[in-house]
């Protein structure tokens, strides 16, 4: 069993940054590949960014490529991700899951979800 904890969300203007942080409970973190969702009001649950078990490969949803970068600590059992230069359609509560079989950016493929913490971008 894995436990996710998000932190670093909050609000900012506009072509500002953030970092997400995703710390991990248990010995088994590497064993799992991450990724990062978000979900606006009233929208369907979106993939933003995914990463390997040994951070040597990522995935990133078009609208978030060259802007946002995820990125991997074992030894902390934490996974981040920097946002930058943010826009309003950027709002969202942010999720992180962790996938056992595979790499994916599929939500159905996760097995395990923290609670989200919220970005807001102002414009």
């Known amino acids: 069993q894995v436990q996710l904890v998000e932190s670093g969300g909050g609000l900012v203007q506009a072509g500002g940054s953030l970092r997400l942080s995703c710390a991990a409970s248990g ?56 946002t930058n230069s943010l826009k309003p359609e950027d709002t969202a509560v942010y999720y992180c899951a962790a996938d056992w079989a595979q790499l994916s950016t599929r939500a159905e493929n996760y097995d395990y979800w923290g609670q989200g913490t919220q970005v807001t971008v102002s414009s």
Do not use: C, H
Request: hydrophobic residues 30%; proline residues 2%; glycine residues 8%.
């Open 27 to 82: 010995r088994t973190f590497s064993t799992y590949a991450m990724g990062w969702f978000r979900q606006a009001p009233g929208k369907e649950r979106e993939f933003v960014a995914a990463i390997s078990r040994s951070g040597g490969t990522t995935y990133y949803a078009d609208s978030v490529k060259g802007r946002f970068t995820i990125s991997r600590d074992n030894a902390k059992n934490t996974v981040y991700l920097q």
